[in-house]
């Protein structure tokens, strides 16, 4: 049951893989990216229980926040082009 | 509240590295500084936010399983319908954007209310303004339980208002 | 091992492995990108859920459910917060919306 879950995770990864390949805007690739860091974490997670080794979860945990974190710079480096700008002004526009 | 995400902090730390190790001071050492640094960006946070996190009182916490219960219910029906437009035959959506006011009295609890109609498939929060969400919602249907605002009411009662 | 249990498991795992494909398919049968972010969200809530779900049942009451807790946790705070954040960023950037019935009630928003 373990193998079938982790076959449909991968699965969709590569489903996820294809629309940030294709676009064809970039917040289309930056949800697939996103979403493909979700599955990782999920895939993390059962290959921990399928060889018994459930401390892997630590990094399940890890990467949600990694995850999240890099979604977000990446999506504010797209809209401004700059990581560290003071943007306060440019987002009431 | 202050102390409260406190303590939250110190079990999230105990839970996730505390009982193995709570004999080896140097871990013991990094785990106070880190609790600590994040409370600090809390206090920071939570002043900048205008103190909108007088939500959760004890009282709250009650009546949270309530909440939690509900909103597994509804996310469920949505996923449900979600897929139903994906695998069907024809790809038919009607798409449209609707203004909902957002009725709850603090900031977080319009915040929660605004994170569970983007967490439901179907609906998605555009924008929160003056009292007010922008949500675009897939069709008819997926709009359904956040036009007749039973999902207002449901963050309403977690924030203690009326049943 | 308990074999009730493992059923279970099997069930929600598989249910979860479901809702995922579906949302990978939704990504490529949906036209525009605000209907993607709806199947994303499909992966996120009921892929993920049920699929820790299943983890739980195996995990007991023990650390191992604790922090698969917490990671569903996590991912129910931050996928919202993400999709709201790439809806008003397209938004704000311009992206079409195309809806169904123009100007009834999104007009002068962003």
Redesign the interface.
């Known amino acids: 049951m373990y193998v079938a879950a982790m076959a449909a995770i991968v699965v969709t990864m590569f489903l996820a893989l294809a629309r940030a390949a294709i676009g064809p805007t970039v917040f289309d690739r930056i949800l697939a990216v996103n979403m493909f860091g979700t599955k990782t974490v999920l895939l993390i997670a059962v290959a921990g229980f399928l060889t018994g080794r459930p401390e892997w979860l630590?990094l399940a945990?890890v990467y949600t926040l990694v995850n999240f974190t890099g979604t977000l710079a990446v999506l504010r480096f797209a809209r401004f082009g700059n990581l560290a700008r003071d943007d306060r002004k440019a987002d009431r526009s | 509240m202050r102390l409260g995400v406190l303590a939250l902090l110190v079990a999230?730390w105990l839970?996730?590295s505390g009982?193995y190790t709570l004999h080896e001071w140097l871990i013991l050492a990094f785990g106070v500084v880190s609790v600590l640094f994040v409370w600090r960006l809390y206090l920071a946070l939570d002043r900048a936010a205008g103190g909108g996190s007088e939500f959760f009182r004890a009282s709250s916490w009650l009546r949270l399983p309530r909440f939690l219960v509900a909103f597994a219910l509804k996310?469920?029906a949505a996923?449900l319908h979600?897929?139903k437009?994906?695998?069907a035959p024809k790809?038919d959506?009607?798409?449209?954007?609707?203004?909902v006011p957002a009725s709850q009295k603090t900031s977080f609890g319009q915040v929660l209310y605004?994170?569970?109609i983007?967490?439901?498939?179907?609906t998605?929060?555009?924008?929160l303004r003056d009292d007010e969400l922008?949500v675009?919602a897939?069709d008819a249907e997926s709009e359904g339980d956040v036009m007749d605002g039973s999902m207002d009411r449901d963050v309403l009662r977690l924030e203690g208002g009326p049943d | 091992m308990n074999g009730a249990l493992d059923i279970v498991t099997a069930v929600l795992l598989v249910a979860g492995g479901f809702?995922c494909v579906?949302?990978g398919?939704?990504l490529h049968?949906?036209?525009d990108f605000?209907?993607r972010?709806?199947?994303a969200?499909?992966t996120?809530?009921?892929g993920a859920?049920l699929m820790l779900l299943g983890l739980m049942v195996q995990g007991g009451l023990s650390?191992v459910t604790?922090?698969l807790v917490?990671v569903l946790a996590f991912l129910?705070?931050s996928?919202?917060?993400i999709?709201?954040a790439l809806?008003?960023a397209a938004?704000g950037h311009g992206l079409a919306?195309?809806?169904?019935?123009p100007g009834?009630?999104?007009d002068a928003?962003?």
């Open positions: 630590d945990i | 999230v839970s996730l009982p996310v469920a996923n979600t897929t437009l994906i695998l790809i959506l009607q798409p449209r954007l609707r203004r605004a994170n569970f983007t967490l439901t498939p179907g998605i929060t555009l924008d922008l675009y897939l | 809702f579906v949302g398919i939704g049968r949906f036209s605000y209907q972010t709806h199947a969200s499909v996120d809530t009921a859920g650390m604790l922090k917490l129910l705070f996928s919202p917060a999709a709201h809806v008003k938004h919306l195309e809806l169904d019935d009834k009630d999104g928003a962003g």
